[in-house]
Structure formats: structure tokens, C-alpha cells
């Protein structure tokens, strides 16, 4: 493969996708030559425009509703579904149709992301299809886009990484990968979206960062998109005279968005119409949910906009003249996204947990608190001594403290585009910190919400050839397997667990570790699973550290992996002894092997992607 001319930065997000490039041949040290691509996509059934931002929707019609040349693509002709803008305002007319929020079902632990589930209320006779599918089909949209504009630098002749949140976890990130694969990607890296909308205010301050940031700062990002919160904190050193940036902390995986926002506010407008004796059905409810969509991004972009029409499909035969009409006013978006998802909490506020029915109707696990403030103060918490250790931090950091304070926060993702939310989150932070009387962060300026992470994630391939800085960090996580003690069965006693650490926290990209001291016993001709455990917290534990107990907010169970060891000439059943090697690898993705410990098999331990319920 030949030098590659650009490095491609996508954005897979909940709510939309975007392509941008950094012109490699063009560009050099703090200078960079960028662009965003302009996304060809139908707008309306025949009409094809090109736009920054493509819709992350998916719409699957039914044969007889469009008529011939109505899907149709520069790249594509025959086409019988619908990507991007139109599938998001023809979903908002037939949601059953529409495949919405694919990114949060592809990180859903609790099903199998390979099923065909989305729709997921759909009725059977709506085809459907899968999570993994709807992201490789949002994938393979932008690569053709690339082509048709580019058809001297073809999209596999590219430096391409994708965007994935800071807390996906392995299962999440591999899949990640798999649909890009999928999709015609060859090769790619991924990179966390904080660390790619920081690269982003790098790269647009050609070379000021280094005024506005100092040795000793702590930069918290903060995510907030369609389907989730995102954080990550990021120290600020100073090495050989250079500034360098070192990512120390991640939060949660947090399922917490604007699509919850979206769905808070369809459900006060359900109420506003219950009180006029106007009942909605579940159909109605999904077309409200997308209308209030439109409403708040209008009403909190614009103060001055007192309120905003809502009209609600009707289900019979007068499909027009019996829609329901409404209006969203800017004192109820307010009022119920600032009291509801930003509130003024203390800092020793923490998210609220409720114990889960042992049924439930199928959907997406949504953060159970939707303070967003909440779930902050919670990570700022658990990391106050997160930086204690560091360099040039030693000393430096207060023992009593309740939270670690940042000094510097960048906002990034499209619930940010409104001040109103900055502010409100700003004003809450500072509040915890002249509580600790340290100083108040600032925010740094100049991030573009909807653009940031895939500008960032081209500059990042552009860092990755030896340009420019990097943000170091290695895995966000220690990884560990749980391990049950053989002991005789006691009624009513269950074995203890212990934890294996398998890769240490801030294990780096490309490199590899042998648990060498260790050895396990795998079968072979039948799939094995084990448990999956992380930190965020625990720094100190090396390869191979055995834990025999622990707290329980340091360690968070993630899901199993499994091995499923042909038996290569072995009788089935046998018991094979083994050794683990853990690769971060380049890609961004955590891979483990079983090694035999005699004749050198080698046997892939993949992440469960099932589900928990198979």
C-alpha cells in the first residue's frame, strides 16, 4: 500500500457521523491543511444534497412506499433503504420504521449485537435489522461519499480512525472495529472522543494551547452527546522543557444524552395533552419524542424564541387533518432540562441507584439518575487522588480533598451548542471548588460541537505519524478476570472470588504482556466463558496482581469473554494448561490469547458481544 495522502477522522456518533481530513502532503508541524467533508444524502424522496453532518438513521420503508429512483445514490442505484437526513424526517412520520440510537445498542451488554433487533418495537412484519449492521451500513455510507469525492485518493489508501466514547468497553470497541472491517475499512485506529475534541482545540489554536494551558492543569472534558456522557481528565507536564498532555481518568459508561432529553420533554408534552383529554399511543409517542427533538435544539439556541410548534401525527384515516397540535415553550425546555439533567448538587452528591424488575421490556440500559451533575461530582470523587503519583503533581495534591479539582474544562458535543447548559455546568463545578477553596476552572474556548471530534480524530492520525503532540494515557482501565477458588461445596457458602489483573491501567498502544507466573486450565471442543472486571482507580496493580478482595466501587463487572478452543487433535473435553497474553494493539482494541503451555497452541479469548442473556 502506498504512502497515504490524507488522514481521514470519523465521528460515529449517536445523533450524527462526520468525515474530516487533514491534508498530510500539505501540511506541517502546528501548521495543519484540514477540511470537512460535505456528505451526499437524500433530504427529501429523489432529492440528493450534500451536508457536514450525516444523520446517524437508518429508515427501512415498505416496498410500496417510495417509488423507483427514490433511494437512489451517486454510489447506488438500487438501494431499498435510507441513510441520514431522510430517514430522520421519514422516521419521524413512520417510527416503527426507524432505526435510531444503533452506536448505544452496539454497546448494550444484555443483547446479541449481531441479532436482528432494531427496530426494536417494530411489529414482525417490519423488517429489522442489527446493531452491528446499522453501524457498517453508516460506515460504509461515508467511505462511498469519500470516493465519489475523492476518486484520486481512494478511502483504503487512507490513515482512517473512528471515534468511539472514552468508556466503551472491549466488546464495544471491537465491534466498533468489526463494523468498520465490514464497511471496507482495511485498517483503522480508534480514538476516545474526549481526547479527539481535545485534539481538535490543539490543533484549531495553531500552536496557542501552550498559552492557555500550564504544568499542573487538569483538563476535564466533558461529552455530552446524543446518546451519551463522556468524560475524561486530562493532566497537563512538563518534560524536557515540552508541555505534555497525559489522559488519567475516564468516567462511566453513562447511557445519558440528548436523546434522554428528547424523550423528558415528549413526555411533558404527554402530559400537557392527557389534561386536554388528548391520549397518545406508543406510535404517537415515538413521533412526539422526534418532534421534541427539533423543538429544543430550536428553542435553546435561540433565548429569544418563546416557543416552539409541535405537531403530532394522527393514526387514521385523516392523516392531516386529524394531526394534534401543540407548542414546547422555552421556560418548559428550560426548566425541565436544567432542574432535570444539570441541577445544583453538593459535591458529595452522588447518581442514584435503584434495584432493577426482573422483567423488563427490551431496550437500552439508561443511566437510572439523569443528573448529569451528578454523575460528574461521582467521577471527580473517585479520582481525587488520581494525579498523586504523577509527575511533577507530587505534593501537590491535597489529602483531604473531596473531589480533584480540574482547572480547565472543554465542552464538546451537540447539547453544548446551547450556553445556557455550559453555564449551568460551570457554575456547579466552581460551586464544589471555592467549597475546597481552589481556584475555578476555566473553559477553554473555540470547541465546535459538531465538528470537533472528527477534525480531532484526523489530526490524530496526522500526531501519529510524528507530528504535532500527543495525548498519552494507554488503556482507561486495569482489566481483570475473575477467578473462583476450588474448595469443597459448603451449603450456603459461595467460593470466593478473586481477580486476576490481565493488563494494568495505562498499558500502551502496541504493546504486549505474558502472564507468565500463571496458568490456567481451558477445555477444548466446547466454549469457555469467564468474568470481566475493570478499574478506573486502581493504578498500582501490575500484570498478573491477584486481588482477594476488593471495594466494591473499584471494580466493575463488564461482561464475560469467552474461548471457544477447537480441539486440534486433542480428545474433546480435555483439559488443556494455558497461559494469557494480553495485546493492546494499535487499533485501540484489547485482545487476549491462551497459549499452551506445551506444544504452543494458540487459541483467540474473545469479548462476549451475545449478551447476557444467551
Known amino acids: 500500500m502506498s504512502e497515504p495522502r490524507y488522514s481521514i477522522g470519523i465521528d460515529l456518533g449517536t445523533t450524527h457521523c462526520a468525515l474530516a481530513y487533514v491534508d498530510l502532503a ?64 421519514r422516521g419521524a412520520q413512520t417510527p416503527i420504521r426507524l432505526v435510531s440510537s444503533a452506536k448505544s445498542w452496539l454497546c448494550h451488554p444484555g443483547v446479541d449485537r449481531r441479532a436482528t433487533i432494531l427496530p426494536h418495537d417494530a411489529p414482525p412484519e417490519v423488517a429489522r435489522i442489527s446493531p452491528l449492521e446499522a453501524s457498517t451500513r453508516y460506515l460504509a455510507h461515508l467511505r462511498r461519499a469519500w470516493d465519489a ?15 468511539i466514547p472514552a468508556s466503551f468497553d472491549p466488546a464495544a470497541r471491537e465491534l466498533t472495529a468489526e463494523a468498520a472491517r465490514a464497511a471496507g475499512y482495511p485498517t483503522l485506529s480508534l480514538l476516545e ?125 385523516r392523516l392531516i387533518g386529524g394531526a394534534i397540535r401543540t407548542e414546547l415553550t422555552q421556560a418548559e425546555v428550560r426548566g425541565t432540562i436544567l432542574e432535570g439533567f444539570f441541577p445544583h448538587v453538593d459535591a ?17 440500559p439508561y443511566a437510572q439518575d439523569a443528573g448529569v451533575t451528578r454523575h460528574l461530582a461521582a467521577l471527580l470523587g473517585r479520582q481525587a487522588g488520581a494525579t498523586a503519583e504523577l509527575e511533577g503533581f507530587a505534593g501537590k495534591v491535597d489529602a483531604n480533598a473531596r473531589l480533584l479539582h480540574p482547572t480547565a474544562v472543554l465542552f464538546n458535543g451537540g447539547v453544548f451548542k446551547s450556553s445556557v447548559l455550559t453555564e449551568r455546568t460551570l457554575a456547579t463545578l466552581n460551586g464544589w471548588l471555592a467549597e475546597e477553596n481552589a481556584e475555578p476552572a476555566r473553559m477553554l474556548a473555540g470547541a465546535d460541537m459538531d465538528l470537533a471530534v472528527a477534525r480531532g480524530a484526523a489530526y490524530y492520525g496526522y500526531v501519529r505519524r510524528g507530528q504535532g503532540v500527543r495525548i498519552r494515557g494507554g488503556t482507561a482501565r486495569a482489566y481483570y478476570v475473575a477467578i473462583e477458588s476450588a474448595m469443597p461445596a459448603i451449603p450456603g457458602f459461595e467460593p470466593p472470588v478473586q481477580a486476576l489483573c490481565i493488563a494494568p491501567f495505562g498499558m500502551e498502544e502496541g504493546t504486549d504482556a505474558d502472564l507468565l507466573a500463571q496458568e490456567f486450565g481451558l477445555v477444548v471442543g466446547e466454549p469457555v466463558h469467564l468474568r470481566l472486571l475493570g478499574s478506573s482507580v486502581r493504578r498500582q496493580d501490575q500484570l498478573g496482581t491477584l486481588l482477594g478482595a476488593w471495594q466494591p466501587d473499584e471494580l466493575q463487572e463488564l461482561g464475560e469473554i469467552q474461548a471457544t478452543l477447537p480441539a486440534e487433535g486433542r480428545q474433546a473435553g480435555e483439559v488443556v ?13 484489547l485482545e487476549l490469547t491462551a497459549v499452551a503451555t506445551q506444544g504452543g497452541e494458540h487459541w483467540k479469548v474473545e469479548f462476549d458481544v451475545r449478551g447476557q442473556s444467551d
Open 26 to 89: 500539505a501540511s506541517e508541524g502546528e501548521n495543519t491543511r484540514y477540511g470537512v467533508l460535505d456528505i451526499p444524502q437524500l433530504t427529501a424522496p429523489g432529492a440528493l444534497e450534500s451536508l457536514p453532518l450525516l444523520p446517524s438513521f437508518l429508515y427501512l420503508p415498505h416496498a410500496s412506499e417510495l417509488a423507483a429512483g427514490d433511494l437512489t445514490l451517486p454510489w447506488a442505484a438500487d438501494q431499498d433503504f435510507a441513510v441520514g437526513e431522510l430517514a430522520r424526517t
Open 149 to 163: 469525492a475523492h476518486p484520486d485518493a481512494p478511502f483504503d489508501q487512507q490513515d482512517v480512525t473512528v471515534t
Open 193 to 317: 472522543e474526549p481526547q479527539a475534541a481535545l485534539y481538535n482545540w490543539i490543533q484549531a489554536s495553531a500552536g496557542r494551547w501552550r498559552k492557555d494551558v500550564k504544568p499542573g492543569d487538569i483538563i476535564l472534558v466533558i461529552d455530552l452527546g446524543g446518546g451519551t456522557s463522556d468524560f475524561s481528565l486530562i493532566a497537563v507536564l512538563e518534560r524536557g522543557g515540552q508541555l505534555e498532555l497525559h489522559r488519567v481518568a475516564v468516567g462511566d459508561h453513562i447511557l445519558l444524552g440528548g436523546d434522554n432529553m428528547d424523550l423528558t420533554l415528549a413526555h411533558v408534552v404527554a402530559r400537557k395533552l392527557a389534561a386536554e383529554g388528548k391520549e397518545l399511543d406508543a406510535w404517537q409517542m415515538r413521533a412526539l419524542n422526534h418532534a421534541c427533538r427539533a423543538a429544543k435544539e430550536a428553542l435553546l439556541s435561540d433565548a429569544a424564541l418563546p416557543a416552539q410548534a409541535i405537531v403530532v401525527p394522527s393514526r387514521g384515516a
Open 348 to 364: 458529595s452528591a452522588r447518581p442514584a441507584s435503584r434495584t432493577r424488575g426482573g422483567l423488563t421490556q427490551l431496550g437500552l
Open 577 to 589: 494448561q494455558v497461559k494469557l497474553r494480553a495485546v493492546a494493539t494499535d487499533t485501540g482494541t
